[in-house]
């Protein structure tokens, strides 16, 4: 079993910044993609970025240049969100995902954290 341990999360006023962290572990072989999605009240989960085992990203539109996601260099298991000039409508429910394979023979599986709150006051 995979397990995604997210942090960061939090109470920011609207301008200032938060770094989200997860770190997978458990039963992995092989990592593909990494990433972050949202959930605002009332709205659908959302992408915000993903970044491949090359380190290429991909992000919504509306969030480059303030959100920025990377992978810890020494610990390929884990990835970062730095989101900067946060705005209300930033606050969600942020969700770490791995897209990854268990064993050599097994299948390539999605896992999800348990979510972070992050929320963005005026």
């Known amino acids: 079993q995979v397990q995604l341990a997210e942090s960061g999360g939090g109470l920011v006023q609207a301008g200032g910044s938060l770094r989200l962290s997860c770190a997978a572990s458990?039963?992995?072989?092989?990592?593909?993609?990494m990433g972050w999605y949202r959930q605002a009240p009332g709205r659908q989960r959302e992408l915000v970025a993903t970044i491949s085992g090359g380190g290429s990203t991909n992000y919504a539109a509306s969030l480059k240049g303030r959100f920025t996601i990377s992978r810890d260099n020494a610990n390929r298991n884990t990835v970062y969100l730095q989101m900067n000039s946060l705005k209300p409508e930033d606050t969600a429910v942020f969700y770490c995902?791995?897209?990854?394979?268990?064993?050599?023979?097994?299948?390539?599986?999605?896992?999800w954290g348990r979510g972070t709150q992050d929320t963005v006051s005026s």
């Open positions: 995902y791995v897209y990854c394979q268990s064993t050599f023979v097994s299948d390539w599986s999605d896992y």
């Open positions: 458990g039963r992995i072989f092989s990592i593909n993609n």
